[in-house]
């Protein structure tokens, strides 16, 4: 299994709906990142949260981190078509620090809107 | 500025051949990353550097050596690289390796072992 669940796997949505991408561990979330790629280029980054029942927000981007720091879920608001894309969430599960920079990806999620 | 730059985009090799990827930033970063993406699947971590100094190294083949020449530049050497080895190579950077600095990711380099 996986040590980073992200669901779901794809997503269609129309132009203007909302939806939202879950991200859950078994672990604790030292670290919550979350990026968008376009296939085959490189990760921008989103957002980043630490702690306990964070949330924050970015244009129509809100992304939130339980406060278990376990379960991490992005929601876009009003969707358009430049939010299509692969989302990846990424975690720093390194309790000491020392492996810092060792992110554990999800799977990635596949958002597709449609005009 | 949150640029990091990867050179070439595009590199395709034969398995006798060495050739170097190379990666760039001004943003003062003290840390920087080797991430390996094979299709369809999540980025990997390759190797760490800290200060210009190897800090991690995920158990990667020799055949991919990293070098950090200054605090601004990370390369990726390969040499006799295997056809399982093609992939998307994104070199990352942040301020320190240490948690609660953000990772900023390149366009990457895809290569190609023929």
């Known amino acids: 299994s996986q040590e980073l669940e992200q669901s779901p796997q794809s997503l269609i949505v129309q132009e203007g709906k909302n939806l939202t991408i879950n991200c859950t561990s078994s672990?604790?979330?030292?670290?919550l990142y979350w990026y968008k790629q376009k296939y085959g280029e490189g990760l921008i980054f989103l957002m980043m949260?630490?702690?306990?029942?964070e949330e924050k927000s970015h244009e129509k981007i809100t992304a939130k981190l339980d406060e278990k720091k376990q379960q991490s879920s992005l929601h876009i608001t009003a969707s358009q078509p430049s939010h299509a894309g692969i989302y990846l969430c990424?975690?720093?599960?390194?309790?000491?620090?020392?492996?810092?920079?060792?992110?554990?990806f999800g799977q990635g999620t596949i958002l597709t809107v449609h005009p | 500025d949150t640029e990091v730059t990867q050179t070439p985009k595009h590199l395709v090799m034969g398995m006798t051949n060495k050739k170097s990827l190379k990666c760039e930033q001004h943003m003062g970063h003290r840390a920087m990353y080797w991430y390996k993406q094979k299709a369809k699947k999540p980025p990997e971590l390759m190797f760490v550097?800290?200060?210009?100094?190897?800090?991690i190294n995920e158990s990667v083949p020799s055949r991919f050596s990293p070098e950090c020449p200054n605090s601004s530049l990370l390369n990726l050497h390969l040499h006799a690289l295997q056809p399982e080895d093609s992939a998307l190579y994104l070199c990352?950077?942040?301020?320190?390796?240490?948690?609660?600095?953000?990772?900023?990711f390149g366009e990457g380099s895809w290569l190609t072992v023929v």
């Open positions: 672990k604790t979330l030292y670290g």
């Open positions: 990352a950077s942040s301020l320190e390796q240490r948690s609660g600095n953000t990772i900023y």
């Open positions: 550097y800290s200060y210009e100094k190897l800090s």
């Open positions: 990424g975690a720093d599960m390194d309790a000491g620090g020392t492996s810092y920079g060792k992110l554990t």
């Open positions: 949260l630490q702690k306990g029942g």
